[in-house]
């Protein structure tokens, strides 16, 4: 099982990236797919989650209107759209697969913002 999350780099405030999170090892298209992130020094925050069919999608306060979640089942993929991006979005993310009471985590990408 691998969950390999990319994308993440430095860019300044009010600009955009794209996180991609490639999956494999096991049936991608029954698991809900989300994303946390984690900022030094506070506590992990749930960022986006999107169901199983793409039918569903949920957001967090701090980024709704800005981060767009979709998968592409074909590609065993999962993005997660960032605009406007803010200083206060620089954070480690990390995506995860949910199917249950079975998770799985994949390693972290980067994202700073900042001018």
């Known amino acids: 099982v691998q969950l390999q999350a990319s994308g993440g780099g430095l860019v300044q405030p009010g600009e955009s990236l794209r996180l991609s999170c490639a999956a494999s090892?096991?049936?991608?298209?029954?698991?809900?797919i989300g994303w946390f992130r984690q900022a030094l020094e506070k506590e992990r925050e749930g960022v986006s989650c999107i169901t199983s069919s793409g039918g569903s999608t949920h957001y967090a306060d701090s980024v709704k209107g800005r981060f767009t979640i979709s998968r592409d089942n074909g590609e065993n993929t999962v993005y997660l759209h960032m605009n406007s991006l803010k200083p206060e979005d620089t954070a480690v993310y990390y995506c995860y697969a949910r199917k249950g009471l079975r998770t799985y985590w994949g390693q972290g990408t980067l994202v700073t913002v900042s001018s």
């Open positions: 090892g096991f049936s991608f298209d029954v698991y809900n």
